[in-house]
C-alpha cells in the first residue's frame, strides 16, 4: 500500500519561512519523480516543485529563488523549503510520486495534503 505523507504545514506570517515534508512508503521512493503541488481555493492545482530521481529540480516561476525541493532517498522523503513567503502562497500543498517505465507504464500517487496559510 502506497502512502505519501505530508506535513509542516500551518499559519505563517508574510514574509515568513516553512518547511514542508512528505514520507513515503511502499514504494521504491529512489526512482520516483517527487513533486510537490498546491491547489488554492477557486484555482487548479499547480505544480510548484519536483526532483527527478537523479536530483535534477524544476520550479514554478513565481516561487523561483524562494522555495527549495530536496529528497533524502534513504529516509524516503521529499522536503520543501519556502522562504519569504506571501499571502499568494496560501494553499493545501500537495505531495506527488510519479514516474514512467521504459514502456510507458506510469504509476501516480498523491498525499493528502497541507494547509499552508500566509497572513499579510
Known amino acids: 500500500q502506497v502512502q505519501l505523507v505530508e506535513s509542516g504545514g500551518g499559519l505563517v506570517q508574510s514574509g515568513g519561512s516553512r518547511r514542508l515534508s512528505c514520507a513515503a512508503s511502499?514504494?521504491?521512493?529512489?526512482?520516483?519523480?517527487m513533486g510537490w503541488y498546491r491547489q488554492a481555493p477557486g484555482k487548479q492545482r499547480e505544480l510548484v516543485a519536483a526532483?527527478?530521481?537523479?536530483?535534477?529540480?524544476n520550479y514554478a516561476d513565481s516561487v523561483k529563488g524562494r522555495f527549495t525541493i530536496s529528497r533524502d532517498n534513504p529516509k524516503n522523503r521529499v522536503y520543501l523549503q519556502m522562504n519569504g513567503l506571501k499571502p499568494e502562497d496560501t494553499a493545501v500543498y500537495y505531495c506527488n510520486a510519479g514516474r514512467t517505465t521504459s514502456w510507458g507504464a506510469t504509476s501516480d500517487y498523491w498525499g493528502q495534503g497541507t494547509q499552508v496559510t500566509v497572513s499579510s
Open positions: 526532483i527527478t530521481s537523479g536530483g535534477s529540480t
Open positions: 511502499g514504494i521504491t521512493f529512489s526512482i520516483y519523480t
